[in-house]
């Protein structure tokens, strides 16, 4: 049947040239972290076969109550992938998965600890058939954890690791950041460490076991956050929006009439080039406020300063005020105007394609962007099974009965 | 190298990156980051630091600033070298030579002393070259501030993050330049497997807002799913409302944070309320009937939490089997045993630095990462760098001292 969702035209780089061409991962990964790293493997060149469950992985069957757009995020998580179908609770179909190992670069998993040992698909065994086996494991706490089997969604790693208890507002309790991160940090280190173990590999032939935590992964992001703890020898309080290691000044969000504005001043020239736009709007911008530890001894009287420019006008006379000044202003951006910014489409990180039953849809592509067209070319995420023959025939070389036997054992 | 044939039986393994050259170059935190993976996983890693650093953020005049580097900079060597002078960028330049890798702030700066990657690359084909830079080298954006408040108001990552009765408030963590470090980290190491295999290098573009971007997916799909949301922000409750209970819960003690992802879980969570005596309303059995009830649902699960410290919380909700986590102080992050035993946080004793390290979260099971070393003192490695690499003799680097085309220790 031909596939009728309709992809743009694009100019096709140098396959030659997609950094990750030859190479084989067999992604077990499900939701948004390890599918994240597979994705990015996808979309450097490597042959990436998602492997589901019968029913489709949990966020393929979100997407099919397609509650509140929740069947966005799969389309976007798994272009470049090829589909197939694995029933890994009975016996051949962990067979089949075995044989699929044994010819495979990486194998990527995100199940919670102890899943793959218990099934006898450990890095142990998939190393007896395949020695150079990259397996690359993400999890929330780590193999061997002192957490044991407690279970990791996001927001519990969000708030184990303070991410939580340093977002938010003075006087206000905790929060949670908007978006994944403790899942998408998960999954960007995963790909960092399967590339690290390839390029060993190609070195030196040693297989690896990848050892990806979601805690892990978070904490260095934690950097300023510990380092103002320690530097004012207390637990940090939320900073709000003021700069978190006490560093710049003015550095913070600003209403305006018709929105917010951020202003981020680091230096001294960009602090001239505010008190610059400050005057021209008639705003007396007193003197012993140059040198920035000047300006956080008087952070008060600075924010109100910006406060004051800010509050009398729209978000578009601030921006062009600070546009035409050279001073660093950024509008506080609804995520609606973000998704729907031309930026991203010239830079080519997304690409509008229409999808029969979802619509127009802008397709991420791989922020790893690779000199001026180094990008695979773009293809739409597979639908449940659909390279099974591709896969399970042509690759593993089963023969089209034995295909047809495993679907009506409903191992695939 | 050492003979590391042996693959998965552990007995002797070489650091993936061991042998290879990464010269860093600017201040920003997600270039540290880089070179904090790239040290700790073998790599030998200069930084060049610029007197002023890149963009005129110069060397880190405060405290947390200094504590943070600190963290990020470990393993590493530093020369001072002033790029402005022809003898600094031909002294630049031949390190270049030498190196697998270069990376770092190539920004508006670089490019005015004729060190832009595309020159570096094309005078060196096999070299792998990777930009951080808020949009990318592709020109869209040049003047975007890379402040980490500046990158997340503009990406919408802080409309999404607060409470809905509050403004919009920034992420605590440095999501924007951790994301964007390690997808430059990801992009250098696809291009080092690139390498091996092709002889060929690559310039790897990373722009601060794609990387960031991702992370937000399921808003991004809540965004394109429906009627735009103006108060899109939720607090620690489940943005797309398909959750439910989700959120941070008040103990006697402090907050825990869980996430009822299926019925099974809330029937549970049922069974500790009644052994409580807390009543649970007929018609709360569905996911769609808790989100339809949001708010009836937080209140009893408050019920039960308030009775009980965060400990004794987290222990009886995860023996239930549902994921929750105690929203933990940075305070009780940084004490936490389970940390030390995975070797993330290592205990160090430095004098003027911070009691504790991180280990790298690229984590190879079975294998042990290098030891935490120091993070230079500027200009430290002037002598090993420049003999090492270049064969430059000790009379002719304190020459180039003397020269202030190495800036030497006594300027910091």
């Given at each position: ?61 979100r ?8 069947g ?161 020898h ?18 913070n ?27 021209a ?8 406020l ?65 999808l ?31 390279h ?18 495993l ?6 | ?160 993050t607060?409470f ?79 959750c ?31 052994t ?43 023996a ?57 003192s ?6 090993d ?28």
């Amino acid at each position: 049947m031909p596939d009728q969702r309709v992809l743009p035209p694009e100019s096709r780089g140098d396959e030659d040239e997609n950094l990750l061409r030859g190479v084989t991962v067999i992604d077990l990964g499900q939701i948004y972290n390890a599918p994240y790293a597979t994705l990015l493997l996808a979309q450097a060149g490597a042959k990436v076969i998602k492997v589901e469950p019968p029913g489709g992985e949990r966020n393929r069957k979100r997407a099919k109550w397609n509650l509140n757009g929740a069947g966005y995020p799969f389309e976007m998580m798994n272009a470049n992938k090829l589909g197939v179908t694995l029933n890994l609770k009975i016996p051949e179909g962990r067979e089949l998965l075995l044989d699929m190992a044994a010819r495979a670069d990486v194998l990527v998993e995100n199940f919670r600890s102890g899943v793959m040992d218990r099934l006898g698909l450990g890095p142990s065994t998939l190393h007896r058939t395949n020695k150079s086996l990259v397996y690359a494991s993400s999890s929330g706490f780590g193999k061997d954890s002192g957490y044991g089997t407690l279970a990791a969604m996001d927001v519990t790693i969000q708030a184990m690791s303070g991410a939580m208890d340093a977002t938010g507002f003075e006087g206000d309790p905790p929060v949670k950041s908007g978006a994944a991160i403790a899942d998408f940090f998960a999954g960007v280190h995963l790909f960092g460490g399967i590339v690290t173990a390839l390029v060993r590999r190609e070195r030196t032939g040693a297989g690896a076991v990848v050892d990806v935590a979601m805690m892990d992964a978070i904490l260095p992001s934690m950097a300023p956050v510990l380092g103002a703890a320690f530097a004012r020898h207390q637990v940090v309080v939320r900073s709000g929006n003021e700069s978190i290691t006490k560093a710049y000044a003015p550095y913070n969000m600003y209403a305006t009439t018709s929105g917010h504005v951020v202003v981020a001043i680091r230096t001294d020239d960009e602090w001239q080039a505010l008190a610059t736009c400050l005057r021209a709007a008639r705003i007396q911008v007193p003197g012993g406020l140059e040198g920035v530890e000047s300006r956080l001894e008087r952070l008060r009287e600075v924010d109100e300063l910006v406060e004051k420019w800010t509050k009398s006008r729209t978000t578009e006379e601030i921006l062009a005020a600070a546009n035409d000044g050279h001073v660093p202003c950024v509008p506080v951006r609804h995520l609606a105007d973000v998704v729907g910014d031309p930026y991203f489409r010239r830079r080519g990180l997304l690409v509008d394609c229409d999808l029969p039953g979802l619509g127009q849809l802008p397709i991420l592509r791989s922020p790893i962007r690779v000199g001026d067209d180094g990008r695979v070319r773009l293809r739409l995420a597979p639908k449940l099974g659909e390279h099974n023959r591709d896969v399970y025939v042509n690759w593993l070389g089963r023969s089209p009965e034995e295909l047809h036997a495993l679907q009506r054992a409903g191992v695939v | 190298m050492s003979d590391v044939r042996s693959h998965a039986g552990h007995e002797e393994f070489c650091l993936p990156l061991e042998g290879y050259r990464f010269l860093e170059v600017g201040t920003s935190e997600g270039t540290c980051y880089v070179g904090f993976l790239a040290a700790l996983a073998g790599a030998s890693v200069c930084r060049v630091e610029m007197p002023g650093g890149e963009g005129g953020l110069g060397p880190p005049h405060n405290e947390a600033v200094a504590l943070e580097l600190g963290l990020l900079n470990v393993n590493k060597r530093s020369i001072v070298l002033d790029l402005v002078g022809d003898k600094g960028r031909t002294v630049f330049l031949d390190l270049v030579g030498q190196a697998d890798v270069v990376f770092g702030d190539f920004g508006p700066r670089m490019d005015a002393l004729g060190l832009a990657p595309e020159t570096l690359f094309a005078a060196k084909p096999e070299l792998v070259c990777g930009s951080l830079t808020p949009a990318g080298r592709t020109g869209e954006l040049p003047e975007l501030t890379s402040a980490e408040l500046a990158i997340q108001a503009y990406v919408g990552l802080m409309s999404v993050t607060g409470f809905p009765s509050n403004p919009p408030v920034q992420v605590g963590p440095a999501v924007a330049a951790f994301f964007s470090g390690a997808h430059l980290y990801d992009g250098i190491v696809s291009g080092l497997f690139h390498r091996e295999r092709t002889g060929r290098g690559c310039i790897i573009d990373i722009a601060m807002l794609d990387s960031l971007y991702p992370a937000l997916m399921s808003n991004i799909g809540l965004v394109l799913g429906g009627p735009f949301n103006p108060t899109p922000r939720e607090g620690n409750r489940n943005a797309g409302q398909a959750c439910a209970p989700y959120n941070m819960y008040e103990t006697s003690t402090g907050y825990v944070a869980l996430r009822v992802s299926r019925d099974e879980h809330w029937q549970a969570l049922v069974g500790l309320f009644e052994t409580d005596h807390i009543g649970v309303p007929p018609g709360l059995e569905s996911m769609a009937d808790r989100v339809a009830s949001v708010d009836l649902v937080d209140e009893i699960v408050g019920a039960w939490t308030r009775r009980r410290s965060t400990t004794e919380a987290c222990a009886a909700i995860d023996a239930a089997g549902v994921p929750c986590g105690p929203v933990r102080t940075i305070g009780e992050v940084v004490q936490d045993p389970h940390l030390r035993t995975r070797g993330i946080v290592v205990d160090r004793s430095h004098a003027g630095g911070l009691p504790i390290g991180l280990q790298t979260p690229l984590r190879f099971y079975g294998e042990t990462p290098p030891p935490l070393g120091d993070a230079p003192s500027p200009s430290e490695h002037d002598f090993d760098v420049l003999g090492e690499w270049l064969g430059v003799s000790p009379e002719d680097v304190a020459e180039l001292r003397a020269t202030s085309v190495l800036r030497g220790p006594d300027v910091h």
